[in-house]
């Protein structure tokens, strides 16, 4: 409402929805460095503390052709981490339709309810609306799970039966 702008990117799991990292500042464009700091802080949360993704997962990191998701830097961090960088063809949204989809659902269901006052006062607001996303919004493409509920079935399934990989459980 004061005419400041937030600026937001995420860093999403295309399987089961959770947004690992983010980050947040008051201002307009996307610099480099807090994409590649999100870019390890997703890795860790989803693989502990490691220096790069077991080898035996092929992890993709798709994003559009934004200059912070394609700089040289950002793309040779990826493979450092074992992910394979892949940008979606230029002018096609909807080839990152996950994304898409997640950035009208967050302006729907969390910033149109959100105090607009100030820059300051949307960020502060931010870290409860992402946690909400992430540990109670349902999604259809997860039976209605939130993504953390998601995983914990899923956990709790492969400890019932270790036979069957866990990757698998994608739906």
């Known amino acids: 409402d004061s005419g400041q702008t937030v600026t937001a990117t ?24 807090p994409v590649r700091e999100m870019l390890i802080e997703a890795v860790e949360r989803r693989f502990g503390s490691v220096e790069a993704v077991p080898q035996s997962q092929e992890l993709e990191f798709l994003s559009d052709n934004g200059g ?7 793309r040779a961090l990826a493979r450092a981490l074992g ?3 892949i940008n979606t063809p230029v002018c096609s949204p909807q080839s990152n339709g996950i994304a898409e989809s997640f950035v009208n659902t967050f302006k729907r269901d969390y910033v149109a309810r959100m105090d607009l006052r100030d820059a300051r ?9 992402f946690e909400h996303f ?9 039976k209605m799970c939130s993504p953390r509920e998601f995983r914990r079935q899923q956990a709790a399934r492969v400890q019932l039966e270790p036979s069957v990989d866990q990757t698998l459980y994608c739906e």
């Open 10 to 33: 995420f860093t999403k799991d295309c399987c089961d929805r959770e947004v690992m990292a983010w980050r947040a500042w008051e201002g307009k464009g996307l610099p480099g460095e």
């Open 68 to 74: 912070a998701y394609i700089a040289a830097e950002t």
């Open 83 to 85: 992910l394979k960088p």
């Open 121 to 129: 006062t949307v960020l502060a607001q931010l870290p409860s609306a």
């Open 134 to 142: 992430n540990e109670v919004h349902p999604h259809s493409s997860l």
